[in-house]
T-cell receptor, first 116, second 111 residues
Framework: SQTIHQWPATLVQPVGSPLSLECTVE??????LYWYRQAAGRGLQLLFY??????ISSEVPQNLSASRPQDRQFILSSKKLLLSDSGFYLC???????????????FGPGTRLTVL | GDSVTQMEGPVTLSEEAFLTINCTYT??????LFWYVQYPGEGLQLLLK?????DKGSNKGFEATYRKETTSFHLEKGSVQVSDSAVYFC??????????FGAGTRLFVKA
């Protein structure tokens, strides 16, 4: 069966510090991968998605970046965090090799980031 | 572009009450429709889905029917439990790689 991992689970960082959040998927190959942010009491904001190694699509231009160095690894980074970067970051995957409309997204447990 | 609108929360119900959370959508073509649930401190998980008009998705006592004529996918449950307290997201997916999510509706169920 497939599983998705995110770490760390919780992170407190000062403004201006760098960020690296990691997501890995097991039990599937060539998944589509997604990073979302959920601000407190708000809905989901799609940040990045990737359909293959090294292929990143950005949905929101800001101080965040994403990379996919391996097939089942997705990393979210920042060189300098802002207060507004605080939130709950969710990684998700769906079946790869397709953009089928029936595809379910499977979410990780999330990382709660607080920028002080 | 495609969009999803769901009723604002929070919704507060007593245990065993009937639940309806409204969801309407705007989309070109014929998307699939989903309800996801997020329990406190966790990621989202699929609750149910429907892939074509008049399909009914159901799971854990929840159900929703894909109504093309009213562009709606309302979530219902006949008798809620305290353990159903969570945030519920309506979503749609057409062709392409992105799923469009609604803003979420928080449900509180009191014992």
């Amino acid at each position: 069966s497939q599983t998705i991992h995110q770490w760390p689970a919780t992170l407190v960082q000062p403004v201006g510090s760098p960020l690296s959040l990691e997501c890995t998927v097991e039990g599937t190959s060539n998944p589509n991968l997604y990073w979302y942010r959920q601000a407190a009491g708000r809905g989901l904001q799609l940040l990045f998605y990737s359909v293959g190694i090294g292929q990143i699509s950005s949905e929101v231009p800001q101080n965040l970046s994403a990379s996919r160095p391996q097939d089942r690894q997705f990393i979210l980074s920042s060189k300098k965090l802002l207060l507004s970067d605080s939130g709950f970051y969710l990684c998700a995957w769906s079946l790869g090799g397709t953009s089928g409309k029936t595809d379910t997204q499977y979410f990780g447990p999330g990382t709660r980031l607080t920028v002080l | 572009g495609d969009s999803v609108t769901q009723m604002e929360g929070p919704v507060t119900l007593s245990e065993e009450a009937f639940l309806t959370i409204n969801c309407t959508y705007t989309a070109t073509g014929y998307p699939s429709l989903f309800w996801y649930v997020q329990y406190p401190g966790e990621g989202l998980q699929l609750l149910l889905k429907a892939t074509k008009a008049d399909d009914k998705g159901s799971n854990k006592g929840f159900e929703a029917t894909y109504r093309k004529e009213t562009t709606s996918f309302h979530l219902e449950k006949g008798s809620v439990q305290v353990s159903d307290s969570a945030v519920y997201f309506c979503a749609l997916k057409g062709g392409g790689f992105k799923t469009i999510f609604g803003a979420g509706t928080r449900l509180f169920v009191k014992a």
